[in-house]
């Protein structure tokens, strides 16, 4: 399995932005489709955005449509997830997630790994 370690939560306020980092290592990165998850308290972990393996292919849920991107640079073994216009809605814990497939798929039943998690707090 890859092992994942993400960085770059933290609090912003309402309309900010925040860019989160996944870094893989241990299997070929570029074997994998990446994908970003959160989970807010209470709530179950639900799908933002995956990205296929050679980045060509890009999806997202509605609720991150034209604030989020995520990318990939599989010379650093690293996915991104831009987050702009910030609202507390996205207050969650943000996790990392792989999935050695062509595929990007949203239910986190059929993702091989994940992160430990970062936390994103956005205040209103």
């Known amino acids: 399995q890859v092992q994942l370690v993400e960085s770059g939560g933290g609090l912003v306020q309402a309309g900010g932005s925040l860019r989160l980092s996944c870094a893989a290592s241990g299997r070929t990165f570029s074997d994998y489709a990446m994908g970003w998850f959160r989970q807010a308290p209470g709530e179950e972990r639900d799908f933002v955005a995956g990205?296929?393996?050679?980045?060509?292919?890009?999806y997202y849920a509605d609720s991150v449509k034209g604030r989020f991107t995520i990318s990939r640079d599989n010379t650093k073994n690293t996915v991104y997830l831009q987050m702009n216009s910030l609202k507390p809605e996205d207050t969650a814990v943000y996790y990392c997630?792989?999935?050695?497939?062509?595929?990007?798929?949203?239910?986190?039943?059929?993702?091989?790994?994940w992160g430990q998690g970062t936390q994103v707090t956005v205040s209103s």
């Open positions: 997630s792989a999935r050695r497939s062509a595929f990007v798929v949203v239910s986190t039943t059929l993702w091989d790994s």
């Open positions: 990205i296929k393996r050679k980045g060509d292919s890009t």
